[in-house]
């Protein structure tokens, strides 16, 4: 069983959809939980990182991440056709992993006109 | 400013060659990162160097892997005798000491070995 897993999709919607991303974890010593947004051909980005358990909003994403149900959502709202793209959610523990980051396997999102 | 660069983009070789990839962070930037992308197991971890810390290789696959940072600066990432298992893509992967949230990934190098 991998440390982090991640619905492949693929997932379509219309634009202006809301989207629902999420991951499920099984080591309970991640604390830092990131969402990454990766275009064809391209290395990911971040998007947006939270630590511990809780919400976080920026613009039309909100992060938010339950450490008893160990379970992160990554929503877009309005979403738009430049949101099409594969997302990753990416986690460590801090400490002295020092970033190595442990990946979800991605989703791929096409939102269409 | 310049992002993380990685060379080559692409590379095509042949079961058994040695490939090198190399990656060039961010200016400033301590820490380095290798990671590789392939269909069915995601993005993994291979090697993180810090400033003059010895690399933690914990994500190396196998002892064809091997990885240096010459100056602090500019990364190689070797592959000797390599397989068709080992086609990927390679990202490479740079941060400052102290922002350890956000790394700032090059566009990688897409590996395919024949």
């Known amino acids: 069983q991998k440390e982090v897993e991640q619905d492949p999709g693929p997932l379509s919607v219309p634009e202006g959809a809301i989207v629902s991303l999420n991951c499920t974890y099984s080591?309970?010593?991640?604390?830092?939980f990131m969402w990454y947004r990766q275009y064809s051909r391209k290395g990911p980005e971040l998007l947006m990182y939270t630590y511990s358990s809780g919400n976080k909003e920026d613009g039309r994403f909100t992060a938010q991440v339950d450490k008893s149900s160990k379970y992160i959502s990554l929503f877009i709202r309005d979403s738009q056709p430049s949101d099409s793209a594969t997302y990753l959610c990416?986690?460590?523990?801090?400490?002295?992993?020092?970033?190595?980051?442990?990946f979800g396997q991605g989703t791929i999102l096409t939102v269409h006109p | 400013g310049a992002g993380v660069s990685q060379s080559p983009s692409n590379k095509v070789t042949e079961k058994g060659k040695d490939v090198e990839l190399r990656c060039d962070p961010i200016s400033g930037h301590t820490a380095l990162y290798w990671y590789r992308q392939s269909l069915g197991q995601g993005l993994e971890f291979l090697i993180y160097f810090q400033g003059n810390s010895a690399p933690d290789k914990s994500g190396l696959p196998s002892d064809r892997f091997s990885a240096e940072r010459t100056g602090g600066s500019v990364s190689t990432l070797t592959i000797q005798r390599t397989q068709q298992e080992d086609s990927a893509v390679y990202l490479c992967?740079?941060?400052?000491?102290?922002?350890?949230?956000?790394?700032?990934f090059g566009p990688g190098t897409r590996l395919l070995v024949l």
């Open positions: 080591n309970s010593a991640f604390q830092y």
């Open positions: 992967a740079s941060r400052t000491g102290s922002a350890i949230q956000t790394q700032y």
């Open positions: 990416a986690m460590h523990a801090g400490g002295t992993s020092y970033g190595k980051l442990t």
